[in-house]
């Protein structure tokens, strides 16, 4: 089955600690990217992919690092988390020439 | 910058009757894409439309653009109650698969 899958979808964690959300597709897409969605304000891209060793930064990079080391795995990296990093997070991948994009079932994330 | 934005916020109608949404965007666009969001899952993508077209069809649901106006509109008709999600538009206006820019979306409610 096609899909993108994330881990870990619940996580508490406390401010500094460092965390890694993974996310992996099964599509031999191309295109990744990662987004945040928070009340009232949408989902706001964090960073995307365009290849391997290939990332840009989205609307709202600040605090998230990510790495894309194989074509499957983009996973978001949170250095030192922060109360304001709490939010819902969705990877998702996008089909070559269809704008299409695929979403990860989410990670709902607390920082304390 | 959020470049989409969803009216109304919320919807409430009755099964059987039609809903409408519409998207409002400010910057011009490749293309628009519809996707839906049931409570705290991943978003699944309905429809796209490019910025050269002005009504696209799928089953039950109608896209409506018109770049002069740079708005959206998503109709759809005969709503069940399986249509109770939020749904978000997501314009594209880079020309890129990755620098897509979701709206806050709108909350439809179906009731039975």
């Known amino acids: 089955e096609a899909q993108v899958t994330q881990n870990p979808r619940y996580l508490i964690t406390v401010t500094g600690k460092k965390l890694t959300v993974t996310c992996s597709q099964n599509m031999n897409h191309e295109y990744m990217s990662w987004y945040r969605q928070d009340p009232g304000l949408g989902l706001r891209q964090i960073y995307y992919s365009m290849n391997v060793e290939v990332t840009d930064k989205g609307d709202v990079p600040e605090g998230y690092k990510v790495s894309r080391k194989e074509k499957r795995n983009f996973p978001l990296i949170l250095e030192s988390p922060s109360p304001n990093q709490t939010s819902l997070y969705f990877c998702?991948?996008?089909?070559?020439?269809?704008?299409?994009?695929?979403f990860g079932p989410g990670t709902r994330l607390t920082v304390t | 910058s959020q470049q989409g934005e969803e009216d109304p916020q919320a919807l409430s109608i009755q099964e059987g009757e039609n809903a409408t949404m519409n998207c409002s965007y400010k910057?011009?666009?490749?293309?628009l894409q519809w996707y839906r969001q049931n409570s705290g899952r991943g978003l699944v993508h309905l429809i796209l439309i490019r910025s050269n077209e002005r009504e696209k069809h799928s089953g039950r649901l109608r896209v409506t653009l018109d770049t002069s106006k740079k708005s959206s509109s998503l109709l759809i008709t005969a709503s069940r109650a399986a249509d109770t999600a939020s749904y978000f538009c997501?314009?594209?206006?880079?020309?890129?698969?990755?620098?897509?820019?979701f709206g806050t979306g709108t909350k439809l409610q179906v009731i039975p």
């Open positions: 910057t011009s666009i490749n293309n």
């Open positions: 998702a991948s996008t089909r070559p020439g269809s704008y299409e994009q695929y």
């Open positions: 997501a314009t594209d206006h880079s020309g890129g698969y990755q620098k897509v820019t």
